[in-house]
Every structure is written in C-alpha cells, then in structure tokens.
C-alpha cells in the first residue's frame, strides 16, 4: 500500500520478486525507479541511491534497460547487478557472475 499525501520518499522491495520493478518508490503513488517524477528528478542515483545506483549497462539484455552503454538505475529489475572492475568501472550486468575487464591504457 502506498499512502496519498506522505512527503517522504519511501523506496520499498519485494513488490515483484523475480521481475522488474521488485523496488518501486512510494511518494503518494508508486513511482518506478527508471523513470523520472516529475519536479524530482530519479530515485537512483545522486538523491541518495534509494532504488540502486546509476550506472551504464555493460550489455545487451539488462533488466529494464533498452541498450547497452545506456546510463540507468541498476538493481531494481531483475537481471540487474552492479560490476566493478580493478580499475573501479562500474556497469550494470545481467549476471552475478560477469566480470568487468578494462581495455583502456
């Protein structure tokens, strides 16, 4: 249940076990976490990580997003997990097991 009229935004998990939008925010109504509110910006990322954290996706097939190299919220949709390479690059892969390998010089 989501209450109308709580100013606080509350992040809430196990809405969707197993699929996307297992984390959602309540503001009065849910809000999912990829997608903006408006006048608020997104849940993920710099307001304090409340449904994961911002980052590109490493691949193709990665939970809600729509292609690889696009930046959003990982960890709120199933097949989501955040990677982080020795040299601290962080991605949004769709395995647990994937590793991170940098190629830069």
Request: charged share 15%.
């Amino acid at each position: 249940m989501c209450i109308r009229g709580y100013s606080e935004a509350i992040p809430v998990s196990g809405l969707n076990p197993g699929g996307n939008d297992n984390t959602a925010v309540c503001v009065g109504s849910w809000v999912d976490c990829d997608y903006p509110w408006p006048g608020h910006g997104y849940y993920c990322g710099g307001g304090g990580d409340l449904c994961g954290v911002t980052v590109v996706s490493g691949e193709s097939n990665v939970g809600e997003y729509e292609f690889s190299g696009q930046l959003a919220c990982c960890g709120d949709d199933v097949n989501e997990f955040i990677k982080q390479g020795r040299d601290g690059t962080k991605a949004c892969c769709n395995s647990n097991s994937d590793v991170l390998f940098y190629f830069g010089v």
